[in-house]
């Protein structure tokens, strides 16, 4: 079956760096592009970064740009969502989805002193 499985969540110090994977099962990852949204409390959910399938192509959001960055490895089936100079306002939910078909179960990023 389909899964997409999130990891490398966590709590950060405002200013700090976390990586986050998302592993992939059960289809045809290399023809999807894949996507990073996240939820807040309270807040709609929203994309951060997405990938195009063969990786030649990334989007980010702007509150994101220039702080996170988006990759894939299509070998490992996974796709990576490295943040860097963390702000509490990145506190939410994080997921991972090939396109809009596909969703992982989440991981919670805690940004706080």
């Known amino acids: 079956q389909v899964q997409l499985v999130e990891s490398g969540g966590g709590l950060a110090q405002p200013g700090g760096s976390l990586r986050l994977s998302c592993a992939a099962s059960?289809?045809?990852?290399?023809?999807?592009?894949m996507n990073w949204f996240r939820q807040a409390p309270g807040k709609e959910r929203e994309m951060v970064a997405g990938?195009?399938?063969?990786?030649?192509?990334?989007n980010y959001a702007d509150s994101v740009k220039g702080r996170f960055t988006i990759s894939r490895d299509n070998a490992k089936n996974t796709v990576y969502l490295e943040m860097n100079s963390l702000k509490p306002e990145d506190t939410a939910v994080y997921y991972c989805?090939?396109?809009?078909?596909?969703w992982g179960q989440g991981t919670q990023v805690t940004v706080s002193s």
């Open positions: 059960g289809f045809t990852f290399n023809v999807y592009r």
């Open positions: 990938i195009s399938s063969t990786g030649g192509s990334t």
């Open positions: 989805a090939a396109g809009r078909t596909y």
